[in-house]
């Protein structure tokens, strides 16, 4: 099975960066994978690792230690429009035979003024 | 619009009733996931089909929940009698079966029991 742990609530400014740490423990691992949901909307893709190190994409970056089973989504130059709650989830590994994602509870970001 | 498409949108029904929802995934897609999401949480998954098959149920899908996808391409899921901790959004989700697996979701069914 899968256990996700990320934080419940972060704040931070616009214009700033901010760091949001997911844990994992997994009997298999097959990828990792970072969603954004606005309050009342579904989860829309950002990012997907599963090789170690750090994906790029625009102003969002995200990090994969396998070894550590850790992660984090980094986003930059924050903007007004990314409060919203972010969510880790994990893939298991293909010969399990499972396919769904196991989600964590999802960190909210609150950008102030 | 390409995008997995969900129906109806909010559906209040009263304890005991019958419910059932549909799901339109993106048509390239023949993997398509049910999961249940509370407030305050992650999605929770229910079940997935690859093309017309159901190959994987989670244990929180009890005997009261049922869901179907007979030509491969749109799924229903059905809830029977349904109860007030049957409150959710039910989201639907697509993807291929190759490449990253990234999955799409439809904009859920925000259901609520009385």
Known sequence: GQNIDQPTEMTATEGAIVQINCTYQTSGFNGLFWYQQHAGEAPTFLSYNVLDGLEEKG??????????????????????????????????????????????????LQVQP | DTGVSQNPRHKITKRGQNVTFRCDPISEHNRLYWYRQTLGQGPEFLTYFQNEAQLEKSRLLSDRFSAERPKG????????????????????????????????????TRLTVT
Do not use: H
């Not at chain 2, 899921?77 to 007030?84: C, S, V, Y």
């Open chain 2, 73 to 108: 391409s749109f799924s229903t899921l059905e809830i029977q009698r349904t109860e007030q901790g049957d409150s959710a959004m039910y989201l639907c989700a697509s993807s291929r079966d190759r490449g990253t697996y990234e999955q799409y979701f439809g904009p859920g």
């Open chain 1, 59 to 108: 102003r969002f970056s995200s990090f994969l230690s396998r070894s550590k089973g850790y992660s984090y989504l980094l986003l930059k130059e924050l903007q007004m429009k990314d409060s919203a709650s972010y969510l880790c989830a994990v893939r298991d590994a293909e010969d399990t035979g499972r396919r769904a994602l196991t989600f964590g509870s999802g960190t909210r």
